[in-house]
């Protein structure tokens, strides 16, 4: 982002935090369940039934109704955190058209056919409402449809070396991209990263139409020309190999201090920058205490100044970590108007929703029958370690190679993981309260069946 654009956006005298003339309201984002859990007995217009402990079913597609790559998919609602499960997930097929970029700057779709296909799986993980989770699984495929629409000239240009000089990408001067040696991956990696900036405009705009409010986590896997991209904003993870790790407050503290060091009127007077290892008190006035700012990624010493007694831009440990003493997550979607309690603070200058993106060519890894890859909302992380869902995948799968729907009843076993019961596999008893959603993806033989959103 440049500093103008962030400027006029974020900072005081900018439109966006004014308030603004009361609009006509759209209607509310109606809440429903993945569309490829119809008749799987959910009920996608609905609330989900009441919770008692023992009436949290676990949820699949249908038999007979198969994912993209023959994936499994499982969800559990949490146990009455909140109304809805604001989990949300999509996955089908992406078919990339040919597009040409005209003088009058429309996209006009020249040719029909498919140039490119490839597959999508997502989750969301909404926060404040499940509105934005919901509009996310509606729009990101679509976002990252039109964005890989756009380069697809230069994807699929056969000559060497990756050569990128289809009118699509680099009309005047093709010579640049070969010499700063811009691959065809790069292009996917930077179709993801737009994608997910036009859904969050989405999601934004949306919102404020029909006056709800929220954010969601993002984590999507994408599969073309023989390479998975996984993309991901938030703390859903993937496993069993990790592809992405999650971001909060304290993964991405450096990149929240460097912000605040550069806008401090971001915090409104209210917030030190700095982090202590505890909170300090009037008393630790004038004593040396141990600190980091943006810069350092180790600790120093420095005297308790004033201003150091402010409520700190990073505070907690691990789950309890908060960004502005408000949100657990450094990266999502959403989330535009959220602001401190009780303050005129936004929360959203800190938040990217850019993803991360991880890249995993099918053709070196050359995927065995077990190889799969498993995203899961922070749900499922919170109570199995990463090491404690590889011994699960392989404790069951090499058992059940005969059994068409295994990926299934891996991501259902998953779930039954998370929720303590005497015979979890993992005989250790945790218990998941939040949302927990599943998609296992195996790599082996890919490219069976598929659905669309
Ligand atoms: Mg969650």
């Given amino acids: 982002m440049s500093a103008d654009w962030f400027r006029r956006r974020f900072l005081p005298g900018s439109p966006l935090p004014a308030p603004r003339p009361p609009r006509p309201r759209a209607s509310p984002v109606p809440y429903r369940r993945p569309r490829f859990l119809r008749g799987s007995g959910s009920s996608p217009g609905t609330a989900d ?134 691959r065809v991956e790069d292009l996917v990696i930077g179709a993801l990263e737009s994608a997910f900036q036009e859904c969050d405009e989405v999601i934004g705009r949306e919102l404020e139409a029909s006056g709800q409010v929220g954010g969601c986590t993002a984590l999507v896997a994408v599969s073309l020309q023989g390479k998975l991209y996984v993309a991901n904003a938030g703390d859903s993870r993937d496993e069993v190999r990790p592809l992405s790790s999650e971001f909060t407050p304290e993964t991405e503290r450096q990149r929240i201090q460097q912000l605040a060091f550069v806008y401090p009127e971001l915090l409104a007077g209210e917030f030190t920058r700095l982090e202590f290892p505890r909170r300090l008190k009037g008393d630790d006035l004038g004593q040396k205490v141990l600190f980091r700012d943006h810069h350092m990624s180790g600790w120093s010493y420095k005297c308790v100044e004033k201003s150091d007694l402010k ?52 053709n070196q890894l050359e995927p065995q029958e077990e190889d799969v890859v498993v995203m899961a909302t922070d749900g499922l992380w919170d109570v199995l370690s990463n090491e404690q869902v590889a011994r699960l995948v392989w404790s069951f799968l090499p058992g059940n190679r005969e ?32 949302d927990v959603s599943v998609f296992v993806i195996p790599l082996h033989n890919q490219g069976q069946g598929c659905s669309s959103h």
């Avoid at 809805?84 to 999509?90: K, R």
């Avoid at 059994?403 to 998941?432: N, W, Y």
Wanted: aromatic share 6%; with cysteine.
């Fill in 49 to 182: 039934a009441p919770r008692r402990p023992d009436a949290r079913p676990v949820r699949s597609p249908a038999r007979g109704r198969a994912l993209p790559w023959n994936a499994g998919y499982a969800e559990i609602i949490n146990a009455e955190k909140s109304e809805f499960n604001e989990d949300q997930a999509a996955c089908g097929k992406l078919c990339i058209r040919r597009c040409e970029f005209q003088e009058d700057q429309e996209w006009l779709t020249l040719c029909p056919e498919e140039l490119l296909t490839g597959h999508y799986w997502a989750l969301f993980d909404g926060h404040g409402g499940p509105a934005a989770a919901i509009l996310a699984a509606n729009t990101l495929h679509s976002c990252l449809r039109r964005q890989l629409e756009a380069v697809v000239e230069g994807m699929m240009a056969t000559q060497p070396p990756m050569h990128l000089s289809g009118h699509c990408v680099c009309p005047s001067d093709p010579q640049f991209v070969e010499e700063k040696g811009i």
């Fill in 311 to 362: 409520y700190p831009l990073i505070h907690g440990q691990g789950r309890q970590a908060r960004l502005l003493g408000t949100l657990a997550v450094s990266r999502g979607l959403g989330d535009h108007q959220l602001r401190v309690l009780d303050t005129n603070i936004l929360l959203k200058p800190f938040l990217l929703s850019v993803p991360q993106v991880t890249v995993l060519d099918m």
């Fill in 403 to 434: 059994d068409p729907h295994r990926f299934s009843e891996l991501a259902q076993m998953l779930i039954h993981s998370t929720q303590g019961k005497d015979d979890s596999p993992t005989q250790e008893g945790q218990v998941s309260y939040d």
